[in-house]
């Protein structure tokens, strides 16, 4: 039995873990796999392995089985994440959900604002990693019951080559999109959320360029707020994803 360690990451991400996209991590794993051991002609099947930890408890584990020659050989790939060693199966089933950044701004007088971008993200051997856009969404909170946002814009701007995801295919050109939300007077603890502009999620961008050219996804807001009486401006811009 061999436990292979990757250092190539082997998850992305997708709005729902439908069965042609595991599909495709188990293909990406078995291909990674294939190419690592050097391994190209013998039968490939995945399957669950009862293998037992140091304490003496079972543990399934999937593998990879490659008969070759009449002899089996047991791979069981890993992947390294923040230190901790794991089955790249199970990265990838952990990794098949939706990502999201969020920011929550503490540097204003008596007042936190909540940020999230919502977008789609997956990664590719040959084209890199694709981001579908999905949204933005805004909240506010205080405990000053002088506070009060008087108004505020955000807008969340996405830009890069344009890529279908299933067949993977490039379209050729590139795509832009935003969504913006404009209040006046936002309530206290409603979330406020804009997707009309939801990008198709077999669809998706690639940024080849850096995020000073024109790739990227970025998240701008200003806002007028006021506490205790006094009028206050603010504005700033953080980078969601690049190159």
Known sequence: MVMLSSITSL????????????????????????????????????????????????????????????????????????????????????????????????????????????YNQRYDFSSGTLYTPKGVAFSWTSNNSTASINNIKIKFSTNGDYWKLSPLTSMGYEKYTEFVIEKNNPGKGVTYKNTNNAMNSNYAIVCTLADIEGHGGNLWYEMTYTVNGNSIYDDYSFLVFSK
Request: charged share 25%; aromatic share 8%; glycine share 4%.
């Open 11 to 118: 998850a992305s991400t997708a709005e729902n873990k439908t069965s042609v996209d595991w599909n495709n991590y188990q293909q990406k794993i078995i291909e990674e796999v294939r190419e690592l051991t050097g391994i190209v002609d013998g039968s490939v099947e995945i399957v669950t392995l009862d293998n037992k930890t140091r304490m003496g408890s079972i543990v399934e584990e999937t593998a990879i089985k490659i008969s070759e020659n009449g002899k089996d050989t047991f791979i069981i790939p890993k992947i390294v994440e923040d230190t901790e060693v794991i089955n790249s199966f199970q990265y990838a089933i952990q990794a098949l959900r939706r990502r999201d950044n969020s920011w929550k701004l503490t540097h204003l007088v008596d007042m936190t604002v909540n940020f999230t971008c919502y």
